[in-house]
């Protein structure tokens, strides 16, 4: 019995005296801030495939939103530059933060309704960041996020008129609609940590200060759905990645 | 030996912290006026009369979920339609108590009437247990109703242009009859066909008969639906200007408000061309 209990008592010092060790090893530890050099994770999403067809959107329910777009307007639930770029992919870090937190920015961030279309279409801030939700055109809008794991709401907002809000929770990413303008819908992707990009038209994203680390680094498309990649990145370094999505056009 | 004793007292704490449902049910409390609901209680009565729609769960599945095209609430997920708090925020406990009292016109909730008033609390409480929602968050604070105000003429005027300003028409209608232009796109929150309301047809709210429960449906919104909330929009004189002319687009259900708007020249025009005559099966309708 008296051996047991020693032994036992013997294992937990060792573990106890590597896990002490950690940090002297160099690896940041949730309690010691930031570590002296960050690395950069930065890299493209790339479409591949046949491209879906352009799908053209129907405004004939509100003629006043259908008039600012004389040539016609397609949905922006694909968009590829012709190298094959992928734009509006959430590329993010999904696991090795450990239990570090962050507080969020205190400057808001603004998304327009112009056009009856929502700018931009993604919208990325962190968890009770504050977004400030702007409605430019001339006709009522209502704002409805259909969140899983935050608070579902239902806002109306007339011309002119501003609708700030916030997410307590991260989830990626809560699906934006206007009932009343039925192809009006976007995505918001709410974090909670900094470590988050949307691709550029080129397809292009960039995660700057990431403490060094092992991550599981994730790319998230509305139609696309996702990615993840295993990296290890260390202080002052780069580390490239490419992301890639097939067409789901024919499945 | 000293040690063996604490590990079975941390297997004891971790067994007792092994039982969220029972755990969770202590902490949620219910009061409906004077009455207290008691968990136990509301769950004998949930399970005998409730979850064969609303699910063993709670989350709105039940054995005869599939069959019903207004699918029942999900209680998991705690967005709620009929609230007197604002949109996004969990409705107050005589809220729930009325949404049971009153049920659901036009789905398949019945008026629980049948039950006590204490039995309805008791089920309060329960509904209460089925989500994490109820203890993280509190209620909303329930959005105030000022006294109505004398009821005009220029008030159903001011009203009516208010409901060509804030656009309400685009699913509800020029005249209310729910078929406006955005009227046919519309889901709820579980991605189903939903129905504006039909004001011309003159069958009963949602959330209740009186004109307070109108001003609170349209400050409030109906979370869970395209119906959304004009409280930070519209003021409460305007509010209520909105409540009047409202009224007088149930053509079909007489109301001081229609008698008045009928007393007009203007009104009684409109009213007489949204009222359409015919036969049941809708041949020769005249306007």
């Known amino acids: 019995m008296k051996g047991k209990a020693l032994t036992v008592l013997l294992a937990a010092t060792v573990v106890l005296f590597v896990a002490g060790r950690e940090p002297a090893r160099g690896r940041p530890s949730a309690n010691d801030g930031p570590a002296p050099g960050t690395a950069v994770v930065k890299g493209i999403a790339k479409f591949e495939g046949s491209r879906p067809a352009p799908t053209h959107i129907n405004m004939n329910a509100d003629p006043s939103c259908a008039k600012l777009h004389p040539g016609g307007l397609v949905s922006e639930d694909v968009l590829a530059s012709p190298e094959g770029g992928l734009q509006n992919v959430v590329v993010f870090v999904s696991e090795g933060l450990g239990d570090r937190t962050f507080d969020p920015p205190p400057q808001p961030v603004t998304m327009e309704q112009k056009g009856c279309v929502y700018a931009p279409h993604i919208v990325s801030l962190r968890a009770n960041q504050e977004l400030d939700i702007v409605n430019n055109d001339a006709t009522t809008h209502n704002i409805h996020p259909a969140p899983s794991n935050n608070r579902e709401w239902n806002k109306a907002q007339a011309p002119g008129t501003r609708v700030d809000a916030t997410f307590a929770r991260e989830e990626i990413a809560i699906p934006l609609k206007c009932n009343i303008h039925p192809w009006m819908r976007s995505y918001i992707a709410v974090f909670k940590h900094p470590f988050f990009a949307v691709t550029d038209k080129a397809g292009n994203f960039e995660l700057k200060n990431l403490p060094p680390g092992d991550y599981t680094i994730e790319a998230w498309h509305e139609k696309l759905g996702k990615s993840i990649q295993k990296i290890s990145v260390s202080a002052g370094g780069t580390k490239e990645l490419e992301f890639v999505f097939k067409s789901t056009a024919g499945h | ?287």
């Open chain 2, 1 to 287: 030996m000293h040690s063996r004793k604490s590990i079975l007292w941390m297997f004891l704490a971790a067994a007792l912290l092994a039982l969220p449902s029972s755990a969770m049910a202590q902490k949620v409390e219910g009061h409906v006026g004077k009455l207290n609901g008691h968990v136990d209680a509301g769950k004998q009565l949930y399970f005998r009369y409730c979850w064969g729609c609303h699910g063993f769960r709670g989350d709105g599945n039940g054995e005869n979920a599939p069959y019903l095209n207004i699918l029942p609430r999900n209680f998991v997920s705690a967005t709620f339609k009929c609230r007197s708090t604002p949109t996004g925020t969990l409705p107050t406990d005589e809220d729930v108590f009325n949404a049971i009292t009153r049920g659901f016109y036009t789905t398949y909730m019945p008026s629980w009437t049948a039950l006590t008033h204490q039995q309805r609390a008791d089920l309060v409480v329960f509904i209460k247990t089925l989500s994490t929602r109820w203890t993280k968050e509190k209620a909303g604070e329930p959005v105030k109703v000022p006294a109505e105000p004398a009821l005009t003429t220029d008030g159903i005027k001011r009203g009516k242009e208010l409901f060509a300003k804030l656009e309400c028409w685009k699913c509800h209608g020029q005249e209310g009859r729910g078929d406006g232009p955005s009227a046919a796109t519309l889901t709820d929150s579980n991605d189903q066909p939903i129905r504006p309301y039909n004001f011309a047809a003159g069958t009963r709210f949602k959330c209740g008969e009186t004109n307070q429960d109108l001003y609170k449906i349209f400050m409030t919104g109906l979370d869970g639906t395209p119906m959304p909330s004009y409280g930070e929009q519209i003021k409460p004189e305007e509010a209520w200007d909105l409540v009047h002319y409202l009224r007088t687009l149930q053509v079909t259900h007489n109301s001081a408000e229609l008698a008045l708007w009928q007393g007009t020249k203007e009104g009684a025009e409109i009213v007489k061309a949204a009222k359409i005559t015919g036969t049941p099966t809708g041949s020769g309708i005249k306007q």
